[in-house]
């Protein structure tokens, strides 16, 4: 994706679902019926931050770049710039695949 115009607000943070395998490890190849939609994405844009208690900017753990894993139902789904894209917060990442 180009640089968007797109900026999230505070904890949030915009994800790329990364498309899985079309084939199990046995070799049967899956209809896109029957596939389920990737928990695992990309950060493509990040907030700037959450302010805690006393109003002070708590910077996000995960960065531009990071490889995510998010639950099921995670987020909103968008469409920005022609794209299908999620919304969320950073609270709905499970972790950051290494």
């Known amino acids: 994706m180009a640089k968007s115009k797109f900026r999230p607000l505070h904890d949030r943070v915009v994800v790329r679902r990364v498309e899985s395998e079309e084939k199990t490890k046995g070799g049967i190849i899956i209809p896109d019926t029957a596939k389920e939609k990737p928990q695992e994405g990309e950060i493509i844009a990040v907030g700037s931050g959450a302010r805690d208690e006393s109003g002070k900017l708590v910077p996000l753990d995960v960065k531009v770049g990071d490889r995510v894993l998010f639950g099921k139902w995670s ?12 919304i969320m917060k950073e609270s709905d990442i499970m972790g950051v695949i290494a």
């Open 75 to 86: 987020g909103t789904e968008v469409k920005l710039d022609g794209e299908d894209l999620l």
